[in-house]
């Protein structure tokens, strides 16, 4: 009689590990989907990061020749249409989820423009040409802000300022100076789109009574990653 309650006792125990065995795998086959599920973005209009802006635009320059005696008078106006690409880096600082504000750094801005020389005479009403400028701008840093609607919306306002080089088929030499950019963008996800100013005063290497002014006004598309 205790062989067969003995033998009864092992099947029931060899039924029920085989039960709890393939039980336990099918609950691991449910949890493995769980695992692998994919995790939520944490990107933010918020965040710090790498930007490229293209700037289709327009730019104006204008010469000032300082008289050798009691006046001064103007002698040339340029106006431009062209394209500029900017590349640069951002870093906020905070942890408001609606505004932060940090530094920004222009790594490099390039411009191409071309547009008719207008050239004035003492007692002559000039003639026009075609001309190209290239515009560079290295390594400009300056400050940055951002309100945000939500993670993937807001208004970005930025200004930097740096050294400014600027030259033209048209000129002798290249103009030096420092660039003021101030601009503002309005942030969708990751692109960008708004309006970029700069301005600023040059002075022209081996002219010294030649003053210089080289302005723009540009639209932003843009990313930042």
């Known amino acids: 009689m205790k062989k067969y309650f003995i033998v009864v006792m092992l099947l029931v125990g060899s039924l029920a590990a085989h039960s709890q065995l393939t039980g336990g795998g099918k609950e691991a086959n449910k949890a493995e989907p769980s695992a692998a599920a994919p995790q939520k973005s944490t990107y933010s209009v918020l965040n ?13 320059e204008h010469f000032s020749y300082r008289g050798y005696d009691y006046y001064n008078y103007d002698r040339v106006d340029l106006n431009m249409g062209g394209l500029a690409v900017r590349i640069g880096s951002k870093w906020l600082f ?68 740096g050294f400014n080089v600027v030259a033209g088929s048209y000129m002798e030499t290249v103009a030096l100076g420092f660039l003021h950019n101030p601009n503002v963008k309005f942030r ?38």
Do not use: C
């Open 188 to 225: 969708l996800n990751r692109f960008s789109f708004g309006i970029d100013l700069t301005y600023g005063s040059f002075g022209l290497i081996d002219y010294e009574d030649i003053k210089f002014n080289h302005n723009s006004f540009s639209f932003i598309v843009g990313a930042k990653f």
């Open 94 to 161: 905070g942890s408001s989820k609606r505004f932060r504000a940090g530094f920004q750094m222009t790594w490099v801005r390039f411009g191409l423009y071309s547009g008719r020389y207008k050239n004035y005479y003492d007692y002559d009403y000039g003639y026009e040409e075609r001309f190209v400028v290239v515009q560079l701008a290295p390594v400009n840093l300056g400050f940055t802000s951002i309100l945000a609607f939500n993670d993937n919306m807001g208004i970005e306002f930025n200004y930097v300022i």
């Open 48 to 60: 710090s990061g790498f930007f490229v802006d293209l700037l289709p635009g327009f730019g104006f």
